[in-house]
């Protein structure tokens, strides 16, 4: 069965610099989506990409945060100048346009600011 | 009120038995609802989609009630591959739509053998 995946699995980063979570969504579908879930707390949504760009975005996905499908596989999330509170899993999802399949989840991205 | 709201937990429950978890959402204008399944610090998977009119999947079944803006899901026969954290799961846009999913906050089940 085809599979979100996602990279790094563990990314440990210092508090001030970027970085970038990388995420290959399943080949036909057309929808893509970052959400995170900082630990003990609920998954949340940040944004859905469609068509080249943001679809939706919620009130955490602000100016620090980014997105881009660089290239026809890839889909990135990339947070500027790190805090410590963005310590969280991050998982990149995708669903398709003309199917009844909901959103299929990467296995996720652990990211650690110091 | 919260968007999504589940106890949460945790449920500790023998081999065999059976367990039910509830779920209520805030916003009338809900459109598709789903029970994910959530392993220990991995990602969300897809237990069953929930239908109006209630659906099974072996021992699995899962209830809506629009009107009272109420989810359930029963687990029959409990397994110990069963422990995990279920998670309600909420969207506004019909499946194709694209549309951000809404998560409770999980409740834990435990079954002991």
């Known amino acids: 069965e085809p599979e979100v995946t996602q990279t790094p699995s563990h990314q440990v980063t210092q508090m001030g610099q970027e970085v970038i979570l990388r995420c290959v969504p399943i080949?036909?579908?057309?929808?893509f989506y970052w959400y995170r879930q900082i630990l003990g707390q609920k998954v949340e949504f940040l944004v859905s990409f469609y068509n080249n760009e943001i679809s939706e975005k919620s009130e955490i996905f602000d100016d620090q945060f980014s997105v881009e499908r660089p290239d026809g596989s890839n889909f990135t999330l990339k947070i500027r100048s790190t805090k410590l509170e963005d310590s969280a899993m991050y998982f990149c999802?995708?669903?398709?346009?003309?199917?009844?399949?909901?959103?299929?989840f990467g296995d996720g991205t652990r990211l650690s600011i110091l | 009120r919260k968007e999504v709201e589940q106890d949460p937990g945790p449920f500790n429950v023998p081999e065999g038995a059976t367990v039910a978890f509830n779920c209520t959402y805030s916003n009338s204008a809900s459109q598709s609802f789903f029970w994910y399944r959530q392993d220990c610090r991995k990602e969300p998977k897809l237990l069953m989609s929930v239908y109006s009119s209630g659906n099974e999947d072996g021992r699995f079944t899962a209830q809506l009630n629009r009107a009272s803006q109420y989810i359930s899901l029963l687990i029959r026969d409990s397994k110990l591959s069963d422990s995990a954290t279920y998670l309600c799961?909420?969207?506004?846009?019909?499946?194709?739509?694209?549309?951000?999913?809404?998560f409770g906050q999980g409740t834990e089940l435990s079954v002991k053998p």
């Open positions: 999802a995708s669903s398709r346009v003309d199917s009844n399949q909901p959103q299929h």
């Open positions: 799961v909420v969207t506004s846009n019909p499946y194709n739509q694209g549309g951000k999913l809404i």
């Open positions: 080949s036909n579908h057309l929808y």
